[in-house]
């Protein structure tokens, strides 16, 4: 027994040299603003923000009607912050919306969406925002409705080479419908990502793409229609820290050490 607990400390002082310990992180960010939005051929009338909602790893900020939903903001103070934070040394997630003019095709209208998460050692970290606004088009004459707005957007992943999953992406949306049908739809920006353990870096632009213009057309009979603006951001991180090469030596040393001890006992 007194070479058995020698051998284990023999062992033991091995595992300690050995490398590969390390700490895992996943970071992801999604961020989308449209700006200088306008229509032509047609008249917008009642708006309605049916869904401005922020959801962020178990915490919800669901306000229906609103123009402004509160961040949902886990270990962080942001609020209607729409840009990158970045990785940090400790876990945060942050999901927020903003409509900032009542009337988002008056040629000014701006809108802005962010989902970002970090984590480090082993959790999980997701955000969503969502805006969607719902008008009425009213078509006077059969013709050409033309939308013209730009688009800031950022999307990004990171996760560092010891292990770890993340995911992000944004999607925008314009759709025209008359009695529950669509007839139109538009989807200028739909982008994803989604990386593995060890994928050190899989990203859109290392700066905000800024003012990048959208321009689309479409042909209406006159009469009134349904008009649908939707922005999504959504991402997820899940890390999760590696069992050390020390951890595996020590259990089979340890093993070995039991099988020889069994057998003198034998």
Known sequence: MRRLAQGIAAALAMAAVVPGTASAAVYAVSVTGITNFDLEGGTVSG??????????????????????????????????????????????????TQIVSSDITGGAGEAYAIAETNVTGTS???????????????????????????????????????????????????????DGTQVWNYAPLALNRNIGPGDQIISIGDTPFTGTPFTSSTDLGAGEYSLAISMKQEVTAISEVPVPAAVWLLGSGLLGLVAVARRRVA
Do not use: E, K
């Not at 909602?53 to 103070?77: E, F, T, Y």
């Open 47 to 96: 708006w309605t923000f049916s869904q401005n909602m922020a959801l962020n790893d178990g915490q919800v900020d669901a306000n229906g009607a609103l123009m402004d939903a509160a961040p949902a903001c886990i270990n962080c103070s942001y609020d209607n912050d729409f840009f990158r934070h970045g990785p940090a040394a400790s876990n945060f997630s942050y999901g927020d």
């Open 124 to 178: 999980m970290g997701s955000a969503l925002a969502t805006n969607s606004m719902t008008a009425l088009l009213d078509v006077a004459t059969t013709g050409t409705v033309s939308f013209s707005f730009d688009v800031l957007s950022y999307l990004r992943v990171l996760s560092s080479a010891y292990g770890g999953n993340g995911f992000a992406s944004m999607d925008v949306t314009i759709s025209i419908s008359q």
